[in-house]
Every structure is written in structure tokens, then in C-alpha cells.
């Protein structure tokens, strides 16, 4: 092993995990050769152009921040892939990274954009879905995947994983069934905690809450306990205008934040479910909305929550 290697700390189903220091904070994680607990309908299937996401926005490292956030806003997604002069892929950035950049620093736009990225994971072509599901049931959003051309890796989101195994479920009637009879109550029990954040709080607080517990999306609570809307990590973006701006009420935030990017999607706008709804509704509702998050709302107060990662747990443990 070369001396700019070092093991990773790893779950111990994982294996064979190693990863690169680079100068400007970045961990890059190579995913290679897990050989436990693979997936049974994933195990023999290979990264093919189904699995791909087709909306991430290439960037330089020579552009600053101003420019990179303006560009992905512009596009309309969550995700990009950043490269470094050489054409070598310095990394994969997404909202979370812009909001710990923004709670961490004051107006810095014109700094260059290799500060956004905190980590990648990076896989080879020839990896199989069951070691990409893995990863991505660790909570990771995105996954890069490597190509012989330069500038032209591409990504394997958590929503397009949950899309491999909803189409894998038309011919495979074990997968359909487990689809059919699982619940919401399986994923999550009933009477979790769910973070929220008060409607009299602003947007600088709602997004320190999800840098801290890692989640995209916080349903907004006013003082009579109901929930009366959500801000999602999307929304940070708005702030690239002004820093300022993260300090406005986080309703009015998010609604500005929605009119900034021409987002049809009212701050109250709620995306809710049963808690005994079969989990294959769940997904279908999940595309149909375009959201990473489902609430199950009693009482109007949020009382449970469902995300991709959530499902694609449940589904790794139910078909290992």
C-alpha cells in the first residue's frame, strides 16, 4: 500500500476499504471488493446505465463558490461533480456540504470551490449493486462511479437504487411480495422522536439542526405543536445571495427560497402518508412527489418520517 493510503474505520460488514488524503479536506472512499452479506437479486447485477442519475452538473476547480452554486441552481439539482485541472475528479458535491460550508464561514463566494467538498465515495465499473447499496444504506446520498473518459464520471443516487429495486420487483415476485406486505411501522416503529424546528426560529437554525443529526429535510412546527411546513437542504441555496438571508424567520425563508428557484412547492406543502401504508406506495409517492422524505402526520404533529436510506435498509435486511 502506498503512503498516501490509510484504512478506514469501517462497518464490519464492509471490507477491503481504503481512502486518500488530499490538501483541501477531502476523504476519498473506494468502494472494492465486500464479499459479506450480499444482497441475493443485487449480487449478480453490475452498474449498468439504469442506475444512473442524469442530472449532475460538471464544475472546475478553478470556478469559485458564487459561480458553483449559481450554476447548480441553475440546473435544478442537488449534485455535482467536481474536477480538478488534470480532468481527475476532486470530488462529489451536495447540499449537505453547502450548508456545513455556509454555518462554518461568513460570505466567502469568491473562494475556490474544492472548499465545498467534504468527502466522495467512488466506485468502479465493475462493482456490483449489492456493494453500492451497502454504502448508500449508510446514509451517503451519492456515489460516483469511474469512466475510462475523462470528465465523464457519473452518479448513483439513493433515489435511483430504490428505482433498480422497485423495476427489479416486476419479475421477481419474492421482492414484490416483500414490497406489498411491508409497512411503514416496519421501517420505523411507531413513536419515534422526530426533529423538528419551531416556526419562531430562523433558517441558520433549521439548517444547524440538520448538519447536526445529518438529515435533508425538517418538518416546522409552530408553538401549538402542528406542523406547518418543511425546509429541506435544498433550500440553502437561496443563501448564495446573501448570507444575511439565513437569518430570516425559516418560514419566510423557505418561501423565498422556493420562489428563488422558480419551485412550485408551498412551504406548507406537506408530503404525508398512513403509517400502515405498504412501503410500495410509500415509493411510488416518493417518485410521484419528488421528495426524499415522507411524514406521518397524527394530530397534524409530525410522528415518523421515511427517506430512501430508510427503505433501502429495510430491504438489505429483509432479502441478505
Known amino acids: ?50 442506475c444512473f442519475d442524469d442530472n449532475s452538473v460538471i464544475l472546475n476547480e478553478t470556478m469559485n463558490i458564487g459561480s458553483v452554486l449559481d450554476k447548480i441552481h441553475e440546473s435544478k439539482t442537488t449534485c455535482a461533480l467536481l474536477y480538478a485541472n488534470d480532468d481527475s475528479l476532486i470530488g462529489v458535491l451536495d447540499t449537505p456540504d453547502v450548508i456545513r460550508y455556509f454555518l462554518r464561514y461568513s460570505s466567502a463566494m469568491s473562494s475556490s470551490a474544492r472548499r465545498l467538498i467534504r468527502q466522495c465515495i467512488i466506485a468502479e465499473q465493475k462493482t456490483s449493486l449489492s456493494d453500492i447499496c451497502k454504502h448508500l444504506c449508510t446514509g451517503i446520498r451519492y456515489i460516483a462511479v469511474k469512466s475510462n473518459e475523462p470528465l465523464s464520471h457519473r452518479i448513483i443516487s439513493q433515489k435511483a437504487m430504490v428505482k433498480v429495486i422497485v423495476d427489479a420487483a416486476g419479475c421477481d415476485s419474492c421482492l ?58 435544498t433550500d440553502v441555496l437561496y443563501a448564495r445571495k446573501n448570507i444575511g438571508f439565513l437569518d430570516k424567520d425559516v418560514c419566510q425563508f423557505v418561501k423565498e427560497s422556493r420562489k428563488d428557484a422558480n419551485n412550485p412547492r408551498k412551504v406548507n406543502c406537506i408530503v404525508s402518508a398512513h403509517n400502515e401504508e405498504a412501503l410500495i406506495n410509500i415509493l411510488k409517492l416518493m417518485m410521484h412527489e419528488s421528495v426524499h422524505h415522507v411524514y406521518i402526520v397524527k394530530d397534524n404533529f409530525p410522528v415518523n418520517v421515511v427517506s430512501f436510506v430508510d427503505i433501502l435498509r429495510i430491504l438489505c435486511e429483509s432479502i441478505s
Open 176 to 233: 414484490s411480495e416483500l414490497l406489498n406486505q411491508k409497512n411503514v411501522c416496519d421501517i420505523k416503529p411507531y413513536g419515534w422522536d422526530i426533529i423538528s424546528c419551531s416556526d419562531c426560529k430562523s433558517a441558520r437554525n433549521a439548517f444547524q439542526i440538520m448538519a447536526a443529526y445529518g438529515i435533508t429535510s425538517l418538518p416546522i412546527v409552530s408553538s401549538g405543536n402542528e406542523m406547518i411546513g418543511v425546509i429541506s437542504a
Open 1 to 50: 500500500m502506498s503512503s498516501n493510503l490509510q484504512n478506514v474505520q469501517s462497518p464490519q460488514h464492509m471490507k477491503s476499504s481504503k481512502s486518500t488524503e488530499t490538501d483541501h479536506e477531502a476523504d476519498f472512499l473506494y468502494v472494492k471488493n465486500y464479499t459479506e452479506q450480499n444482497l441475493n437479486f443485487l449480487k449478480t447485477l453490475s452498474i449498468s446505465d439504469s
